[in-house]
Nanobody, 123 residues
Framework: QVQLVESGGGEVQAGGSLRLSCAAS????????MGWFRQAPGKERELTAV????????YYADSVKGRFTISRDNAKNTVYLEMNSLKPEDTAVYYC????????????????WGQGTQVTVSS
């Protein structure tokens, strides 16, 4: 059973950058597809980016393509989300999620979750 802890959230002005980290423990990290998901107030949780165990398969939501970069360091059991050119509509709680197996673009396929980290982008 893998446990996930996110960090790196905060408040930033539009156009700024943040880097989120998700540290995993309690499992074999390289067995897991990892993903970042976000949930804005009053909205459903949505997939933002996912990365396969090797980093060879990466998927981004259209809304973040070209601005966000997901990466992972299997030696450090950590997955990252580099967020650039942030917009007010990126404001949300960002969650790290994991699933054992290949990447899936549906949220219900992910069964391990962190507690979330708040990202607020002011205009």
């Amino acid at each position: 059973q893998v446990q996930l802890v996110e960090s790196g959230g905060g408040e930033v002005q539009a156009g700024g950058s943040l880097r989120l980290s998700c540290a995993a423990s309690g499992g074999t990290f390289s067995d897991y597809t990892m993903g970042w998901f976000r949930q804005a107030p009053g909205k459903e949780r949505e997939l933002t980016a996912v990365i396969s165990w090797s980093g060879g398969i990466i998927y981004y939501a259209d809304s973040v393509k070209g601005r966000f970069t997901i990466s992972r360091d299997n030696a450090k059991n950590t997955v990252y989300l580099e967020m650039n050119s942030l917009k007010p509509e990126d404001t949300a709680v960002y969650y790290c999620g994991a699933r054992h197996g290949l990447p899936m673009a549906v949220i219900r396929a992910y069964d391990h979750w962190g507690q979330g980290t708040q990202v607020t982008v002011s205009s």
